[in-house]
């Protein structure tokens, strides 16, 4: 099935999120995933195994687009890279309990996600005591005398030559028992893992590490762990309640000595809503990351410490894709040597300035993001700078080199003319195929101007197609795509004018994109109307804007300060936008609803200990003392007459006062002890006589 294209319905969602037209992929079976020599273990058993089901491409025509994912049971499933953002395919079934629906899958774009308030108080990652745990267990390792730091200059400038080969990290991914009985079959399972891996490879090979380029992965071994594994007494992993952090560990004490990094991916529900967790790397001095070798540590155990987990739960519900895979980023992240981002130059999301504010927070920010921010998805320059120096040093020690293009992968790559695939697949024309000799696959045949594989803009004679024949289909925010006459590619669409309304007029158009807010039309700033006294709770889902740097004039759309720019006309936030300062979410009534990330515990002991109540009971008895005093007569009253009941049955020790009488069907037992009391005496005589004879 190389290079086969596949079709998306036209068709517009509710609630104002983006248009999704009509996707024509070009995809190919991905080799650039899965190491040649590729082990997949399920349950303990090594067996062959063809990842002829995943595939990647672009959409047709549309060169830095992306599309991957698996053909199981003939449904696709995996994401699209559009310059619109990205949009997501999953089987209907995880989201619907309706198995009766006339579809299979469910389509949507990145923008209708509703997640990172809700995924913990440190954004899906552990908190601050949890990493100082661990960096104190990273610095007890037991150094190895045997290891030797040659300084010899003719050595160190051969690793450097040799390093700058090698720029990808091979993987080992298990996943246990839970994540299989989620997904139901091994084929489901190496997509998920495929897709995990394809998406870190786009943020990593998309950044620089100052100088460092091209970083990517490669998953060398798989093993699967299947629900008969739940019994297995070797698997680790076995135990339905295990911590976070313990996992963690489960999954270090195994030796990783082959492997760039070692991860477990799970289905379980962690507390405090962690998602993911792994060893921060650094550069010296300290143990853990990227290539880290098993050690022995001060706990008598030898682990190794290049590992991570990943979990796909959250507070009882599946986490989206596109959460997970920022997840992932974020914990190889930390493998690869950067800390939780702090500073102002790091985190502009917390900024005063509105424009900086705007572009959100980077991947390795501590909480939540919103995900669908200009910087959401990028690498910060503190994450750069930590991150280029523990490649520096540690990169050489395991990373391999990457693979080279492929002629015959259906994709232009560079070094490639054309690319039609190999003979049994290629209808091209104008391009030599696969199995041609080295001098010609994947060239275009003499006097062919170009090849339909290198854009939708060359006709099936290799000829470019005629000015203003269309390529591309008219958006929201940019016209259809026009030819040039001159090039195979599409051109890039012309934009269509800046604050068009797009996403159900809650944004605007901004060069080509919907990437502004309504606000920005009437020359306002977008805002969060926030819980306040007397403030109307309806206005939180409402779409907010006030003056520029005035956050007092904060008013929704439908208010009486904005008339003059809306017509007191209300534009409600999509389902799943966060509200209330990013205290909740809307939901699908246009309710905020409120996130408690405390628990149970948390609220009992504010409920318990809130000043507000005391104030209210005083108050209460202050207004009704009658009643308290008539409750205090009442108690003392039921008090005496208890005693006065209890007391003619209770035993007493004064001889005086007559023997108590006894409560109804309790006379034998109560005669049993009256009678033993002289033998007691007795015994006790007679012990006290031996006691004065061993004293003699």
């Given at each position: 099935m190389d290079g086969f294209c596949s079709t998306g319905k036209e068709m517009k969602k509710r609630g104002g999120t983006p248009e999704i037209g009509q996707f024509n992929l070009r995809m190919k079976r991905d080799t650039t995933i899965f190491a040649q020599d590729l082990k997949v273990d399920i349950s303990g058993t090594e067996i062959p195994y063809d990842t002829s089901h995943i595939y990647t491409g672009e959409i047709y025509g549309e060169k830095g687009t992306l599309s991957h994912g698996s053909v199981v049971e003939g449904k696709f499933e995996g994401f699209i890279q559009t310059y619109q953002g990205t949009y997501y395919v999953e089987p209907a079934e995880r989201y619907l309990n309706d198995k009766d629906v006339p579809f299979h899958s469910v389509?949507?774009?990145?923008?209708?996600?509703?997640?990172?308030?809700?995924?913990?108080?440190?954004?899906?990652?552990?908190d601050h005591s949890v990493f100082d745990r661990m960096k104190r267990f990273q610095a007890s390792?037991?150094?190895?005398?045997?290891?030797?730091?040659?300084?010899?200059?003719?050595?160190?400038?051969?690793?450097?030559?040799?390093?700058?080969?090698?720029?990808?990290?091979?993987?080992?991914?298990?996943?246990?028992?839970?994540?299989?009985?989620?997904?139901?079959?091994?084929?489901?399972?190496?997509?998920?893992?495929?897709?995990?891996?394809?998406?870190?490879?786009?943020?990593y090979q998309g950044t620089d590490f100052m100088g460092i380029r091209?970083?990517?992965?490669?998953?060398?071994?798989?093993?699967?762990?299947?629900?008969?594994?739940?019994?297995?007494?070797?698997?680790?992993?076995?135990?339905?309640?295990?911590?976070?952090?313990?996992?963690?560990?489960?999954?270090?004490?195994?030796?990783?000595?082959?492997?760039?990094?070692?991860?477990?991916?799970?289905?379980?529900?962690?507390?405090?809503?962690?998602?993911?967790?792994?060893?921060?790397?650094?550069?010296?001095?300290?143990?853990?990351?990227?290539?880290?070798?098993?050690?022995?540590?001060?706990?008598?155990k030898k682990k190794s410490l290049n590992?991570?987990?990943?979990?796909?739960?959250?507070?009882?519900?599946?986490?989206?894709?596109?959460?997970?895979?920022?997840?992932?980023?974020?914990?190889?992240?930390?493998?690869?040597?950067?800390?939780h981002d702090s500073g102002t130059e790091c985190t502009p999301g917390e900024s005063k300035s509105q424009d900086k504010k705007e572009k959100g927070n980077y991947i390795m920010y501590a909480r939540a993001t919103s995900g669908d921010k200009l910087n959401n998805n990028k690498f910060s320059s503190c994450s750069v700078r930590n991150i280029s120096q523990v490649l520096e040093k540690k990169r050489g020690n395991c990373f391999v080199e990457s693979g080279q293009p492929i002629c015959g992968n259906g994709l232009v790559e560079p070094g490639e003319e054309c690319d039609c695939g190999y003979s049994d697949q290629c209808r091209d024309q104008c391009c030599y195929d696969a199995n041609q000799p080295d001098n010609k696959k994947c060239k275009l045949k003499p006097n062919k101007v170009c090849s339909p594989s290198q854009g939708p803009c060359c006709t099936p004679e290799c000829s470019y197609k005629g000015r203003n024949e269309k390529c591309r289909d008219e958006s929201e925010c940019a016209h259809q795509g026009m030819c040039n006459g001159v090039t195979a590619m599409c051109p890039t669409s012309e934009p269509k004018a800046n604050f068009t309304a797009c996403h159900g007029e809650t944004q605007v158009c901004l060069n080509g994109g919907c990437s502004g807010s309504i606000c920005e039309k009437y020359g306002l700033e977008v805002c969060t109307c926030a819980s306040q006294d007397g403030k109307d709770e309806t206005e939180l889902c409402h779409v907010c804007c006030m003056e520029k740097m005035n956050p007092n004039t904060c008013s929704s759309t439908g208010s009486e300060r904005l008339a003059r720019f809306f017509n007191k006309k209300v534009t409600t936030l999509p389902a799943g936008s966060p509200c209330n300062d990013f205290k909740g979410y809307c939901d699908v009534f246009m309710k905020c609803r409120l996130v408690d990330a405390d628990g149970p515990l948390a609220r009992l002991k504010k409920a318990i200990f809130n000043p507000e109540l005391y104030e209210n009971i005083a108050e209460w008895i202050v207004a009704h003392w009658w009643a308290v005093l008539l409750m205090g007569i009442a108690l003392i009253m039921l008090m005496a007459g208890f005693i006065k009941i209890c007391s003619v049955h209770t035993p007493s020790s004064n001889p005086k006062l007559p023997p108590p009488k006894p409560l109804p069907g309790e006379y034998g037992s109560r005669q049993a002890p009256r009678q033993a009391?002289?033998?007691?005496?007795?015994?006790?005589?007679?012990?006290?006589?031996?006691m004065g004879q061993m004293r003699r």
């Open positions: 389509i949507y774009h990145e923008d209708d996600i509703n997640y990172p308030h809700k995924y913990g108080p440190e954004g899906g990652c552990a390792a037991v150094e190895d005398s045997t290891e030797e730091v040659s300084l010899d200059p003719m050595l160190l400038r051969r690793k450097r030559m040799a390093q700058a080969e090698k720029n990808t990290c091979q993987l080992f991914i298990q996943t246990d028992h839970l994540f299989f009985k989620y997904y139901k079959t091994r084929e489901a399972v190496i997509a998920q893992i495929s897709s995990h891996v394809k998406a870190i490879d786009a943020i091209n970083i990517s992965f490669m998953v060398k071994r798989i093993r699967i762990n299947t629900t008969s594994d739940e019994r297995d007494r070797l698997n680790p992993f076995r135990f339905a309640n295990i911590g976070v952090e313990k996992f963690l560990e489960l999954n270090s004490e195994q030796n990783h000595d082959d492997y760039c990094l070692a991860y477990v991916f799970t289905d379980r529900d962690f507390d405090d809503g962690v998602l993911g967790l792994a060893w921060v790397g650094a550069p010296a001095g300290s143990s853990g990351g990227i290539c880290e070798k098993s050690k022995l540590y001060s706990d008598g590992t991570g987990i990943i979990t796909v739960q959250n507070y009882a519900s599946h986490v989206p894709p596109k959460v997970s895979h920022i997840t992932f980023a974020h914990e190889v992240g930390h493998n690869f040597g950067s800390p009391q002289p033998q007691r005496h007795h015994r006790q005589t007679r012990e006290n006589y031996q």
